[in-house]
């Protein structure tokens, strides 16, 4: 049990595919302060599904919030329920996937039509668990893009008593657009996300979308002319591509070096040890490395460490003692 107060000034965004618990461990290793994010996990596989191969994960992951794909109260709180067993630190619904898919079945960024619904889901989760219970959303549907349309969202929301809020600074397109082109289009509009803290200041607001450089989350977290700064950045594609971004955003923008690596390469022997313990359980060594491609971007060597992690014939601290071997033979 987790007593002190959850941190959401770093977070990692959800991305399924990407964010499975194998990516969550390196991702802890590099940025110990960072909160976590599954992948998207509907009610229908949680309830259904093989709980071990969905649920579980590290205790080193902590804290880690497990995100929800639903619409059914019911099937949420009892969802939520299993989360908590499970250990998770939180449970976040998603209101902002755009596929035909989740459309479908009526949940993701369509929810954000049916503010009532969501409350009530929300209240559900509530009453079912300890944990916090928060929500990631889009700033808009199609074209319900006016302000009120998400303000008004966010204000049922507090009114059932939520009080976190990850903001995805775009509309979501629900038709035309295929989940890839929803998060490049339309543009950001991140004065949106500072207007609801603004207009919202007790409750967490998170900002979301196309942040990428320590620069650009010390921008949106400061205080200025069109409000106050945002309580947190939850960064997605960047932290998978770049993760040391990660580390550097804990160290200049939290000033926190609580076991911070200084090194890309201080990392590898936890990462090491863990390879080795998932390789025993019968995970793939490029099941793994696939996550891991990014350590170096930007660095000497990094295309072949990219390449080479991703092949996975060697476990991360021998392939890089061989880059190191190489370099000095070059
Ligand atoms: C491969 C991929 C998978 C994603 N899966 C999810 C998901 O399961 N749940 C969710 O809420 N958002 C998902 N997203 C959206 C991200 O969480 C995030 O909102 C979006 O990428 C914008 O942030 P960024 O510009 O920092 O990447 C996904 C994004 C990507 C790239």
Redesign the pocket.
């Known amino acids: 049990m987790r007593s002190s107060a959850p941190d959401y000034r770093l977070t990692v965004?959800?991305?399924?595919?990407?964010t499975d618990r194998h990516c969550r461990f390196f991702h802890r290793l590099i940025a110990p302060r960072a909160r976590l994010y599954t992948?998207?996990i509907t009610t229908g596989a949680i309830l259904h599904g093989d709980l071990g191969r969905l649920l579980d994960f590290s205790a080193e992951e902590h804290p880690v919030a497990l995100?929800l794909g639903g619409s059914e109260p019911d099937d949420l709180a009892q969802s939520a329920r299993i989360a908590q067993k499970w250990g998770y630190d939180e449970v976040n619904l998603?209101c902002?996937?755009p596929s035909e898919r989740v459309q479908r079945g009526a949940f993701g960024a369509c929810l954000m039509r049916e503010p009532a619904l969501v409350a009530d889901c929300i209240k559900a989760m509530q009453d079912a668990v300890t944990l916090p219970v928060t929500v990631?959303h889009r700033i808009g549907v199609d074209n319900q893009e006016d302000y009120g349309f998400v303000r008004d969202f966010v204000g049922s929301l507090v009114q059932v008593g939520c009080t976190v809020f990850f903001v995805?600074a775009r509309s979501a397109i629900l038709k035309g657009l295929s989940?890839k082109e929803n998060?490049e289009i339309p543009p950001l509009r991140m004065s949106v996300v500072r207007q609801l803290k603004r207009d919202f200041p007790d409750v967490v607001i998170v900002a979301?979308?196309?942040?990428q450089t320590i620069d650009q989350v010390r921008v949106v977290m400061s205080d200025a002319a069109e409000g106050p700064g945002v309580d947190g950045v939850?960064?997605?594609?960047?932290?998978?591509h770049d993760p040391w971004l990660l580390r550097d955003i804990q160290a200049e923008v939290l000033q926190d070096a609580d076991r911070l690596p200084q090194r890309r390469d201080d990392i590898l022997p936890a990462l090491q040890t863990y390879f080795e313990s998932q390789r025993a359980r019968g995970i793939s060594a490029r099941y793994m490395g696939r996550h891991w491609h990014g350590l170096f971007h930007g660095q000497p060597g990094a295309r072949r460490w990219r390449r080479e992690i991703c092949e996975g014939v060697l476990g991360p601290q021998a392939l890089f003692t061989q880059l190191v071997r190489q370099a000095h033979q070059d």
């Open positions: 965004a959800p991305m399924m595919d990407w992948e998207m995100q998603n902002g996937c990631k995805h989940p998060r979301n979308g196309g942040l939850m960064i997605g594609r960047a932290a998978y």
